[in-house]
């Protein structure tokens, strides 16, 4: 329910129509990916034009943003911050003229060498407007643009350049491009709509647009889409994959599908194994809405034990996750969820969540179900104990905001105040997801990451380079 946040979603749309409804869509339904700002940029035959503000889709862009936004081809982008500020001017698609003409760029994920890039590219002449990495890939985009006139040039010469994780939809002029990185730290698919072609973050968005899922971008690959087609230019050499598996957990819609694994079908099976490691004895098995719900369905399956929704969520009450004081998230808790009394009194309660990060969240609703009547407290989690903190795009930045980086398992229970706690393993998430280990970013359960980070363990070193 409180769960880390994630970066940003992406979509493109190119069509014989004016896509600006469509792209606004897209966003709508891909709105849990980014809640603070939203934007979207349009080419109208000669030049890009950009509607965005703070706030959800709804409040950033009106009714009269769409009106101004009249062409075939399009980008769109919802915005969490992790890198940069939670600032107006760090809203995208962010744009920049060419001497090829107009480009707009949204993006999603953390470019792991941003600070290094912006100290080299600062000392040759760049201004940076904005905090965000993003700045940097669209100025570089520039550049490569300005060097080459060729976009798939640009494309793979900025791509050289950057280091984590990136999922890209641009414009250049008229002409619509859809970017992953080589790892494929986040999702990024291609659906044919009646009279174009979507490139979005999750395939929810093709459905919801009544179109068909026609494949997902791979690692590394460009794909250059037309109202009519799409060319795929693959990535230059073979690479190791990373597939963020929080995307899995948490991040994404059930209803999606990502690099083949329908997300409900995972989580489902997440709960499943948590039965099988970690059983328990109780009455009943309930979800933390909304995120447990598919691993409660799962577990309570495998258990043999009834399954009820015993918390009722209030959907209109702020997110609990970034608010910097303690008491604050504590109150916004009590009031975005509300025991059903008649459900959890005098029972042994089983209770799923999708993760813990600070455990601030599940100390108080175990409290609270206790206050409502609750015999017993148990609490299981569908993602291991998170220990180390992402770069490539989660907003997890610290080892201090995480609770099992300086408590065992015991200790936490102790903590929350709950009966008995279990999480997932590593393996048996790995399992749930259907990937080989080494496809996965694994890296905030296991802390070893995929690319080089200062002071970090590579997944393929055996020794650590840093004290915990």
Known sequence: MAGPKHSCGVVGIIADYDVAPDVYTALMIIQHRGQESA??????????????????VNVALNKEDLQALVGHSGVGHVRYSTTGAKSVVNAQPLTVTTNFGPVAVAHNGD?????????????????????????LIIKLLGKFMNQYNDPIKALRATMGELDGSYALTILINDRLFAVRDPYGFRPLCLGRLDGGYIAVSESAAIDALQGEFVRDIEPGEICEITKDTFKIYPAPAQHSKAFCMFEWVYFARPDSVLDGREVYHVRKRIGEILARECPADVDLVMPVPDSGRAHAIGYAQVAGVPYEEGFMKNRFAGRTFIMPDQKERENAVSMKMIPIKSTVAGKRILIIDDSIVRGTTLKKLVAMLRKAGAKEVHVRVGSPPIIAPCYYGVDMKSRDQFIATKHSVEEIREIIGADSLGYISIEGLVEAIGFNANDLCLACVNGKYPTQIPGEIHRFQSTLTRDF
Request: net charge negative; glycine share 14%; no cysteine.
């Open 111 to 135: 470019i792991t060498n941003f600070p290094n890039l912006k100290e080299k590219y600062g000392k040759e002449g760049w201004t940076f407007l904005t905090d965000s990495d993003s700045e």
């Open 39 to 56: 934007g979207i940029s349009v080419f109208d035959g000669a030049s890009i034009n950009t509607e965005k503000g703070n706030g959800l």
